[in-house]
């Protein structure tokens, strides 16, 4: 079986037109608080999304936005859920953060890690009630490192529970490196744990796609987890509005108030003159990386996927219009709903 | 005179305990960036940036308190510490009755709390009255920079593990990251007084246990904390002018409860309304009219909490959280009994 390109790339095209929007309306201020954008992570979700049928559950953290685009739900239900309307998806009480489709056995978390518990016990319930059905669990890697999700690992390892573990690494957690706060390697620690373990790059859909069909394979046949690990960038960072992205396109103003107390408190006593140097530098060190991660453009998976599409640019044009219209018209639902708010 | 905003009072604090004793230390998720300064002056060993792993970092914080350190230990939203709860609940709390008083764990946990930005059910919840549950926990939730600093200080000084909650309408830097993210076009009913005020020349410990009598009134007792104090005091305006005098209580601290403040206040008016941003049953709006019960006073009473889930969607996330109108509303029914 070989993937379909075209289907996967209107996938990636129609998550990215989609948060596009999403970011539109964030900043003109019809969406509050945190948005974390699946941004980056389209080739990840597309190609492990592909091999999902009814029946199979989705455990899904707080960058949401693709999974739920990318599984087929309403769009203009998602963005008036973005928008707190009552017409949204959970009727404006749950938010972009906790979205929930119970048709589609799809449940978010903002707590890091919960989708790995998530995970196993919509696998538990596949195995009563929907067998060859199996669960998904979203998380980054920062997530590697909460307690509840190597908890899991194990007890779907232990039960041969029929899982699916993704983990999205943009090697950052917020602001923290997470090379810096994670010991050993993930995969080692992955198949310590008993699951069987791969590594892709998540940017090429084409490497997650195949990974992912031996990994629902197994799952479906009753073989146990897997492990998928698979790399990405965020290049909006951790979410909108990223304090340190602003930092880094447009220091003097986002640093003006921040820099003089940085110098008065590095220079004034404190610990030892190398470990405040030590200090300042891994300050440095995180605005360096944040400056990397918008420039990773070369690395978006869309365009990777768009440029190996065998279609005349006509066709693509015209699957794109598509999905511009798909996505135009649901904007407009959202802020009629908007309007008709009281 | 000096003032400070909430936040900067909180590390100008630290600032003075982490320079007068060098068994203070700093260990949470992000705190290169969330405390850049105290992390700038006093280096990774003392400000430690943790991985994801709140079990983990806020059990250590317990035993190396136990074994000499003063951690001040982040959880970055209230809310996350259910991950890693039994670190508090059976540990910390427990430790000094399990040793005969002889062990004792000097520890400061860190929390954000609270909503009134969108941010939703999971991120914006207070969780004080379910925390200060547990006999040998302390619980401070400061309304102002000068309380802030000074509960701050007492929290190190504490022998015992005290929980420091922050609320994000009164921190600047919380509304910057989380809510305003860079947009400029969107409003929250950040009070003033709250968020930047005046404080003390030099930082001196405010002890823990003592509420503040923040406005004399005969007709009710209002008795609130954090953000909502600050409601109560606009709501008080609003109802003088229809004639209603009502004393506002500023509790400072959740547990130990100033027993003692309020009973002498309720006792005068004989109404006690309690406006409590954390959930209304089995919580402190609870506890607040037992002991005024259990102390025999017949007091007529009321509360303005956050009564369910707390919606994501702004408009009804206003509604679900104390406002002025629900205040003002619940004080004229009560005076009317
Ligand atoms: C238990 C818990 N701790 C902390 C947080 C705050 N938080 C939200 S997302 C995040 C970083 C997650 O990093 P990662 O798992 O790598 O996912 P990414 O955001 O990079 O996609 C943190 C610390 C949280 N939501 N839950």
């Known amino acids: 079986m070989q993937p379909n390109a075209e289907g996967l790339y209107r996938q990636m095209y129609k998550s990215r037109r989609f948060e596009e929007a999403v970011t539109q309306l964030w900043n003109d201020g019809h969406i509050s608080a945190e948005m974390h954008l699946s941004k980056g992570e389209e080739a990840i979700v597309a190609g492990v999304l592909d091999h999902v049928m009814d029946g199979d559950a989705l455990a899904l953290d707080h960058r949401a936005s693709a999974p739920m685009v990318m599984r087929g739900i309403d769009l203009a239900l998602l963005l008036k859920e973005f928008m707190g309307l009552e017409g949204g998806l959970c009727r404006g009480m749950g938010g972009h953060i906790h979205l929930f489709s119970p048709e589609h056995l799809a449940a978010s978390s903002g707590i890091v890690g919960a989708t790995g518990p998530a995970a196993c016990g919509f696998a538990i319930a596949a195995q009563h009630l929907r067998p060859d059905k199996v669960a998904v669990a979203f998380f980054g890697e920062g997530a590697m490192n909460q307690g509840m999700l190597m908890e899991s690992i194990n007890l779907a390892a232990a039960w041969s529970l029929p899982v699916i573990f993704v983990c999205k690494d943009n090697g950052t957690a917020v602001t923290t490196s997470s090379a810096d706060v994670t010991a050993g390697d993930l995969l080692t620690r992955a198949r310590g744990l008993g699951a069987h373990a791969v590594s892709v790059d998540g940017t090429d859909v084409d490497e997650v796609w195949s990974a992912a069909r031996d990994a629902f394979v197994r799952a479906r046949e009753g073989k146990g987890p897997m492990f998928l690990h698979a790399t990405c960038v965020h290049p909006e960072g951790h979410f909108l509005g990223d304090p340190l992205l602003r930092m880094v396109r447009n220091p003097v103003r986002e640093l003006r108030s921040k820099v003089g107390p940085l110098i008065k408190a590095a220079t004034t006593g404190g610990s030892s003159l190398s470990e405040r140097a030590v200090s300042l530098g891994s300050i440095a060190g995180m605005l360096g990386r944040a400056r990397e991660t918008q420039k990773h453009t070369r690395d978006d998976p869309i365009e990777r996927q768009r440029q190996r599409l065998e279609i005349s640019d006509a066709q693509r044009d015209e699957l794109e219009r598509a999905v511009d219209d798909e996505v135009q018209t649901a904007v407009a639902a959202a802020l009629r709903g908007l309007e008709a708010q009281p | 005179m000096k003032t400070m905003t909430f936040a ?19 260990f949470g998720e992000d705190v290169q960036a969330l405390r850049m300064n105290l992390y700038a002056k006093f280096g990774e060993m003392r400000v430690r940036p943790t991985p ?50 002889r062990w004792k764990a000097p520890m400061v946990v860190r929390a954000s709390c609270g909503g009134g930005y969108g941010d939703g059910g999971q991120h914006e919840q207070t969780l004080w009255g379910w925390l200060a549950q547990v006999p040998g926990m302390k619980v401070v939730v400061p309304s102002n920079p000068a309380d802030a600093g000074g509960l701050m200080l007492s929290a190190i000084e504490d022998e015992g593990p005290v929980l420091f909650m922050e609320h994000k309408l009164l921190a600047d830097y919380w509304i910057d990251a989380l809510a305003n993210a860079g947009r400029i076009n969107l409003e929250y009913d950040i009070p003033e007084a709250g968020a930047r005020g005046e404080v003390p020349k030099t930082w001196e410990p405010i002890p823990i246990g003592e509420a503040k009598m923040l406005r004399d009134g005969d007709d009710l007792t209002m008795v609130s904390l954090g953000v909502s104090v600050h409601r109560c005091l606009q709501a008080a305006e609003e109802l003088a002018k229809s004639g209603v005098h009502a004393g506002v209580i500023d509790l400072r601290t959740v547990t130990p409860l100033d027993t003692d403040a309020i009973c002498r206040a309720v006792e005068k008016t004989d109404r006690l309304l309690v406006v409590d941003e954390d959930y209304k049953h089995f919580s402190l709006s609870g506890e607040l009219a037992a002991i005024v019960l259990e102390a025999g006073l017949g007091a007529k009473f009321a509360r303005v909490c956050v009564e369910d889930t707390i919606p994501f969607d702004r408009r009804r996330e206003a509604q679900a959280l104390p406002n002025v109108p629900r205040i003002v509303e619940a004080a004229t029914k009560l005076v009317s009994r």
């Open chain 2, 8 to 26: 900067g009072a909180i590390e100008d604090a630290l600032m003075k305990a982490m320079s007068d004793d060098p068994r203070v230390v700093i």
């Open chain 2, 52 to 101: 994801i792993s709140e079990s983990a970092f806020l059990g250590a914080a317990v035993t190396a308190a136990m074994a000499g350190l003063r951690p001040v230990v982040e959880i970055m939203m209230i809310d996350f510490v259910a991950v890693a709860i039994d670190a508090l609940v059976n540990q910390a709390a427990k430790l000094e009755v399990f040793s005969g008083g």
